[in-house]
């Protein structure tokens, strides 16, 4: 048997912090689809994709600051 085995309750705390990123980003593409097509020119298409990939990072930074907390 393996010195570090992982608890179950770990690997689901796990999972769920996974699925919750992936339904913030799903949300968060959701959204910016909704804008792209209000969108009247292509700057503000432009902006809304710039906005999205920074709210994406952001996810991604928080994830990991989380990450290495722990």
Known sequence: MPK???KRSTIKRKH?????????IKVKA??????MN???TTEQQAQIG???IAD???LSDRESK???AR
């Open 56 to 58: 994406i990072m952001e």
């Open 30 to 35: 959701m959204v910016a689809n909704l804008e």
């Open 4 to 6: 570090h085995t992982k």
């Open 50 to 52: 710039q906005d999205f």
């Open 38 to 40: 209000a969108a009247l």
């Open 66 to 68: 989380q990450k290495a």
């Open 16 to 24: 769920r912090r996974m699925k919750e990123y992936a339904t913030a």
